[in-house]
T-cell receptor, first 114, second 113 residues
Framework: ETGVTQSPTHLIKTRGQQVTLRCSSQ?????VSWYQQALGQGPQFIFQ???????GRGNFPPRFSGLQFPNYSSELNVNALELDDSALYLC?????????????FGEGSRLTVL | KQEVTQIPAALSVPEGENLVLNCSFT??????LQWFRQDPGKGLTSLLL?????REQTSGRLNASLDKSSGRSTLYIAASQPGDSATYLC????????????FGQGTTLQVKP
């Protein structure tokens, strides 16, 4: 039990649509990051939010955007969906400051784009 | 380019064997390295975290080592059990504030009864 919950667990969209994925972190975890994991691959870093601001981004286009809220919840939004966006999307959270930096992941949201 | 390579890609062993999974990374400016377990279709479960100042960490039957100079980490699993069957991923975090983890593609382990 990591204390990180994601919703929905599965969803199907069609090309060109928009999707919002949600994540709820552990209390006190003020840093949240999102990863995309294609089938058979390791997760790829999308971006990280700290205190409600994006402070790191991977090699993903602007149609991938996010929000972080004061209540330790966050969202990943993807616009103009493409077939290659089909993947498992993972949310992860951690504390900052004097800590180990250990990252805790949720169970993921499986997105299928048709 | 920052990369992580995991060898072997897949491994099948009989129950009870001791085994070693290998992970190599390209950047010596490492902040920490984390080993994860992933069951099919599931999220990642953190197994061990090694800070850059540490050489190894142990949890139960698992032991992970870190050699920054050679850019290598190993995960040792003692007395393997069928319940250990999963994909094992290593990921390292570079020094800095982004917290970005760079993952390998994983080693898929099957432990046969």
């Amino acid at each position: 039990e990591t204390g990180v919950t994601q919703s929905p667990t599965h969803l199907i969209k069609t090309r060109g649509q928009q999707v919002t994925l949600r994540c709820s972190s552990q209390s006190g975890h003020n840093t949240v990051s999102w990863y995309q994991q294609a089938l058979g691959q390791g997760p790829q870093f999308i971006f990280q939010y700290y205190r409600e601001e994006e402070n790191g981004r991977g090699n993903f286009p602007p149609r991938f955007s996010g929000l972080q809220f004061p209540n330790y919840s966050s969202e990943l939004n993807v616009n103009a969906l493409e077939l290659d966006d089909s993947a498992l999307y993972l949310c992860a959270s951690r504390t900052t400051g004097a800590n180990t930096g250990e990252l805790f992941f949720g169970e993921g949201s499986r997105l299928t784009v048709l | 380019k920052q990369e992580v390579t995991q060898i072997p890609a897949a491994l099948s062993v009989p129950e009870g064997e001791n085994l070693v999974l290998n992970c190599s990374f390209t950047d010596s400016a490492i902040y920490n390295l984390q080993w994860f377990r992933q069951d099919p279709g599931k999220g990642l479960t953190s197994l061990l975290l090694i800070q850059s100042s540490q050489r190894e960490q142990t949890s139960g039957r698992l032991n992970a080592s870190l050699d920054k100079s050679s850019g290598r980490s190993t995960l040792y699993i003692a007395a393997s059990q069928p319940g250990d069957s999963a994909t094992y991923l290593c990921a390292w975090r570079s020094s800095g504030n982004t917290g970005k983890l760079i993952f390998g593609q994983g080693t898929t382990l099957q432990v046969k009864p």
